[in-house]
C-alpha cells in the first residue's frame, strides 16, 4: 500500500507552540485545534478514544516524540496533526524524557490497515535524529510539511 | 507464579500469528506487555548481500515492519484492555533481552517458538514462553 504522511497533514492541523504542559491538556488543546478547524467533527468523542489509549500505553516513544493515537469515527478519514513543545510535555515516554514534538494520528474505525502503515510510517521518519532536529527548529507550519514531505520515502 | 511484566521479542522472522496469543496471554494473567521489535544490523547485512539490496533499503524495509507489528499488536491489545509499551531497538538479541529485562523488571520472557530461538531458552535468566 502507497502511502505518504505528507497527503494527511494540513497547515491548519499545526501548532508551532502549545501551550499545554502536561499530555491530556495537550491532546485537548490540539483536538480543540481540529474542531476549530473543522478537521474533526466530534471532539468529545475523539478526546476520549485518544484518553482511553494513553491510559493503556505509552505513547510516547522516546527521543522527544509523541504520537497519541486512535481509531474513531470521530474523523471521517486518517488525519494527522502536529505540535511543538519548547518545554516538553511528559507523555510517560519510554525513555523517561519529555516530548517536544508531538504528532496526533487517527482514522476512523475500518481503516485499520492505512492506520498502523502511518502509524510505522511516522514513527520510522521520527527516529532520525535529522528529522528531529529540523522540526524542532522549523518556523513556519509550511516548513513542517516540507520537512515530511522531503523526509519520507 | 503470577508475571506482572512480559516482555514480547520480535524480529524480522516473527510473523502476525503471535500478537493474538501474546495477547490473551496477558489478558488472562493481568499482565503487562512489553513488545520489543529487535532489528539485527549483522542479519540486516547479510539480508542485502543475499537479496542484492542496498543495506539501507533493507533497514528501512525491516524498521517499517518493525513499527507495523508494533502497532497492530498494541491495537489488539487496547481492544483487550491490556496495558502495552512498545520499543524498537537495535543490536544483537541476547543483549537486547537482557537490557530489557534489566531496565524494566521483566517477569517472564514471550518469543516465537522457532529452532532460531533455543539461545534465548538456552541463555534467559527468567521463564520463556514459546508461543
Not at chain 2, 4 to 32: F, H, M, Y
Amino acid at each position: 500500500m502507497q502511502l505518504k504522511i505528507s497527503d494527511y497533514l494540513k497547515p491548519e492541523a499545526i501548532i508551532m507552540e502549545i501551550k499545554a504542559k502536561e499530555k491530556l491538556a495537550a491532546i485537548n488543546e490540539l483536538v480543540a485545534h481540529m474542531v476549530e478547524n473543522k478537521l474533526v467533527s466530534n471532539g468529545d468523542e475523539f478526546i476520549k478514544a485518544l484518553a482511553k489509549r494513553e491510559n493503556l500505553e505509552s505513547t510516547g516513544i522516546g527521543d522527544g516524540i509523541a504520537i497519541p493515537h486512535a481509531r474513531t469515527n470521530a474523523v471521517k478519514d486518517l488525519i494527522l496533526a502536529f505540535a511543538r513543545s519548547p518545554k516538553g510535555i511528559d507523555f510517560s515516554s519510554v525513555d523517561g524524557k519529555p516530548s517536544h514534538i508531538i504528532f496526533l494520528i487517527a482514522s476512523p474505525e475500518g481503516k485499520k490497515s492505512e492506520y498502523i502503515l502511518a502509524l510505522a510510517k511516522l514513527s520510522r521518519l521520527l527516529r532520525k535524529h535529522a528529522v528531529r532536529e529540523l522540526l524542532r527548529n522549523a518556523k513556519e507550519p509550511e516548513e513542517i510539511m516540507d520537512i515530511i514531505k522531503k523526509n519520507e520515502e | 507464579m503470577k508475571f506482572e511484566r512480559v516482555l514480547l521479542v520480535l524480529t524480522d522472522e516473527t510473523d502476525q500469528s503471535i500478537l493474538s496469543d501474546s495477547v490473551q496471554v496477558c489478558k488472562n494473567a493481568g499482565s503487562k506487555l512489553f513488545a520489543l521489535f529487535i532489528i539485527e544490523p549483522n542479519r540486516i547485512a547479510r539480508l542485502a548481500s543475499l537479496t542484492h539490496q542496498k543495506v539501507n533499503i533493507v533497514h528501512s524495509k525491516t524498521e517499517e515492519e518493525g513499527w507495523k507489528l508494533l502497532y497492530l499488536l498494541e491495537d489488539e491489545a487496547v481492544e483487550n484492555g491490556v496495558w502495552t509499551s512498545l520499543h524498537l531497538d537495535e543490536g544483537n538479541v541476547l543483549h537486547r533481552i537482557s537490557h530489557y529485562i534489566e531496565s524494566y523488571g521483566i517477569d517472564v520472557l514471550m518469543v516465537k517458538r522457532k529452532d532460531e530461538c533455543k539461545k534465548i531458552f538456552v541463555s534467559s535468566s527468567i521463564p520463556v514462553i514459546g508461543l
